[in-house]
């Protein structure tokens, strides 16, 4: 049943988790889908990003993202080849947030400094996809975006979480398959995916 959950999952990565949808076709109640998918982040195959939120009790009921942590894994585990990936977009994307992910989570552990991360998502449906936040709660925003062009409405999420965030928001990026970084308003700027090494 493992193998056969984690394939599942990987099927459902980025995107908010609903154990009693993600165990029914495998038979497993939703209690048993919670510990065994609580086994994989506990082995560092996958991880449960938290909704984020100004009030911490908020964060703590609502519903998690999944998120696998080796992106080759989840390409594998999808079927998803070279030429798969760039005949279908749509898993481009989901594989590509899957490596910004792992990619920030690797680089901050070499900081010394200790942060929280968490996605963003409100009523609307506005969301970011990677919320990061240091110590002092200083709040920096992260859109990934399989694209080689970004528009003005990639923005929309990052600028709701900067309302939100208030005086704790620091930067919204909009992570792009492009060249240039180009601003888009206070705080917020299009860069490409490469910028997160240089």
Same mark, same amino acid.
């Given at each position: ?48 990003? =938290? ?131 180009? =601003?888009?308003? =206070? ?12």
């Amino acid at each position: 049943q493992l193998p056969r959950l984690l394939r599942v999952l990987a099927h459902h990565s980025g995107q908010l988790v609903n154990y009693s949808g993600l165990g029914a076709p495998l038979g497993l109640t939703h209690v048993t889908t919670q510990k065994y998918t609580g086994l994989f982040e506990q082995l560092f195959l996958t991880r449960l990003l =938290p909704p984020w939120s100004n009030n911490d009790l908020k964060r703590l009921v609502k519903t998690p993202k999944i998120h696998f942590l080796d992106s080759g894994l989840l390409a594998a585990l999808r079927d998803l080849s070279p030429q798969r990936l760039a005949d279908d977009r749509g898993a481009f994307g989901a594989l590509l947030e899957t490596f910004v992910l792992s990619e920030v989570l690797k680089l901050s552990s070499w900081t010394g400094q200790r942060f929280s991360f968490s996605h963003f998502r409100d009523k609307e449906q506005n969301e970011v996809d990677i919320v990061i936040e240091d110590q002092d709660r200083k709040t920096v925003g992260l859109e990934v975006k399989a694209r080689a062009t970004v528009a003005a409405a990639d923005f929309n999420g990052l600028r709701k979480l900067a309302e939100a965030a208030g005086k704790r928001f620091a930067l919204g990026l909009v992570l792009y398959d492009g060249d240039a970084v180009v =601003p888009f308003g =206070p705080s917020l700027f299009a860069a490409p995916i490469s910028a997160l090494w240089s």
